[in-house]
């Protein structure tokens, strides 16, 4: 867990870390709200929120990325002190799109 006050540096250490095809999940405490980032190919990314509204975004260089989550995390986590962060495979990714479905 982090502060939330920490979220956009430990999202920019962590995307240089993440491998092709790995996901980095941010969750509230209560892990009902999700953001989720997804190295799609070199230097591109994918976010995906799950929470109070549902949308993705493909093709994200990593400026524009930092720009969509810091506005998708005040809709996401405005109340949150903590968050919550692990990192997924895409194969436990579209496992739990599945079960949402």
């Known amino acids: 867990m982090i ?11 962590r995307m240089g870390q993440l491998e092709e095809g ?11 709200r999700t953001i989720y980032i997804l190295r799609q190919n070199g230097k591109t990314f994918a976010l995906y929120q799950d929470g109070f509204e549902k949308k993705s975004y493909e093709g994200l260089e990593p400026a524009k990325l930092l720009k969509i989550f810091k506005t998708a995390a005040k809709k996401e986590f405005p109340r949150s002190n903590k968050i919550h962060i692990s990192i997924l495979s895409q194969a436990a990714f579209q496992e739990k799109l599945n ?3």
């Open 3 to 13: 502060n939330k006050a920490n979220l956009k540096s430990t999202l920019q250490k």
């Open 22 to 32: 790995q996901l980095l999940a941010f969750l509230t405490f209560k892990r009902d």
């Open 99 to 101: 079960r949402l479905s």
